[in-house]
């Protein structure tokens, strides 16, 4: 069997180098190939000597994830579908600003930690990804936006659109925000090793501050990734109260809000930056009342944060509404008069269902999930 050198970090393919009778340089230059100039064929690696070379394609594969389809939104948001085989596809997502390039990375295919708002979650779950999934991400999107740079023509219906909007050119990835489908967290050993390679300067080389990692709140793995690669956090809080956040993000009731904000202290002696960014959907009715607000201004009292609310995107059958945008402005006063930080995410691309919740991907269901939801609705 072919050994998959995407699946590998630094230190990992240095092991493997020396186990196939190489010297542990030769895995510096591998990265640089794979990672840094974006080749997945060894023939182009051309300070390989060729026995190497002609060993590798043997014995090793860079072994990607393969591109199903490719939509750029009106606003020039960009969204990959990609085959992880047997049927199940996962989305990244692309957005580029002014001063900065995000890319939003899936950790799974689906979620089994059911929040009732998130369209990932209502698909329930099938596997955790492999490390080159996750990274073959990052891979693919560094190697589109080298060939379709920003701006430029680009086979889609939205092309004109995309075209007329006024924006640099070659932007890339400068950040990476762990937020696509799937609960990082759950699926810790491969982010992490993925993390590492974003990380890496013969790879991405992304400073800590510039990856995100967003978890609905699992205690355990905060504190092992605390110690293990501690990058920028954001945490799913989305209600001020455990009876509330128990509906919404059923996870709460293995872990609730006191211990996940004691967790999110502890994580800041180790963090990159020195706040936790709290995220908050806006649900019509639900979360987002001015009692709601005063009640999470007292809740994180003692917890250094800024907040991002975001305001609900709908998927067919959610049951919810977002909050009007009357009731996000008032939120967010009562939160910017406790002299919180407050930012209003900015729905992006949900005319190609990119943005927040929205991804869906392909997801062929393990948990009996699917069908207690098609039970539920013919009842
Ligand atoms: N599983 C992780 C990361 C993926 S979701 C987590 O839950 O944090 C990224 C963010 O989008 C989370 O804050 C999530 O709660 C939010 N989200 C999920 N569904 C949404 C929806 N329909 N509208 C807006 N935000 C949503
Ligand atoms: Fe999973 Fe995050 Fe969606 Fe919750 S919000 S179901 S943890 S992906």
């Known amino acids: 069997m072919t050994v998959n ?32 100039f974006g080749k997945a064929d060894f023939v182009e690696m051309s300070d ?18 393969e591109v199903m389809s490719d939509h750029v939104a009106a606003d020039g948001t960009r969204k990959w579908l990609l085959s992880v085989g047997s049927g199940n596809g996962i989305e990244s997502v692309f957005i580029p600003e002014a001063n900065r390039g995000t890319l939003c990375v899936s950790s799974q295919v689906g979620c089994a930690l059911a929040c009732t708002f998130c369209s990932t979650g209502k698909q ?26 920003v701006g430029e023509p680009i086979l889609n219906d939205n092309a004109q659109i995309y075209q007329s909007q006024s924006v640099d050119k070659n932007r890339v990835v400068s950040n990476v925000v762990m937020m696509g489908m799937g609960e990082p ?24 501050r510039k990856v995100t990692v967003s978890t609905s709140g699992l205690i355990p793995a905060l504190d092992r990734l ?42 800041l002696t180790a963090a990159p930056r020195d706040f936790v960014t709290f995220e908050y959907v806006m649900l019509d009715g639900v979360n987002d009342s001015v009692e709601h607000a005063y009640e999470l201004v007292e809740l994180v009292r003692d917890t250094p944060c800024k907040f991002n609310l975001i305001p609900f995107n ?56 699917t069908k207690q939801l098609m039970a539920e609705a013919v009842k």
Not at 229 to 238: F, K, N, Q
């Open 185 to 208: 967290l759950s699926n810790f050993e491969n982010v992490v090793t993925a993390l590492d390679l974003m990380l890496d300067d013969n790879a991405y080389g992304l400073s800590r």
């Open 124 to 149: 329930g779950f099938n596997r955790n990804l492999t490390v080159a999934e996750i990274i073959g991400q990052l891979w693919w999107a560094n190697n589109a936006l080298k060939v379709t740079p």
């Open 226 to 267: 605390r110690e293990r690669c501690p990058v920028a956090l954001a945490v799913s809080l989305h209600a001020p109260n455990d009876a509330l956040r128990d509906q919404l993000v059923p996870i709460n009731k293995k872990y609730p809000i006191k211990e996940l904000l004691a967790a999110c202290q502890r994580y």
């Open 48 to 65: 390989l000597a060729k026995g190497l070379r002609e060993k590798l394609s043997v014995v090793a594969e860079i072994g990607l994830p």
């Open 314 to 369: 709908s998927f067919p059958g959610s049951g919810y509404q977002r909050s009007s945008t009357e009731a996000i402005r008032i939120f967010r006063d009562v939160l910017m008069q406790a002299g919180l930080i407050v930012t209003v995410r900015k729905t992006r691309g949900d005319d190609i269902a990119a943005a927040c919740g929205q991804l869906a991907g392909q997801v062929l269901d393990k948990t009996r999930r």
């Open 5 to 36: 050198l995407l699946d590998f970090n630094a230190k990992q393919l240095t092991d493997y180098c020396t186990e196939i009778g190489e010297k542990p340089f030769r895995a510096k230059q591998l990265l640089r190939w794979i990672h840094q």
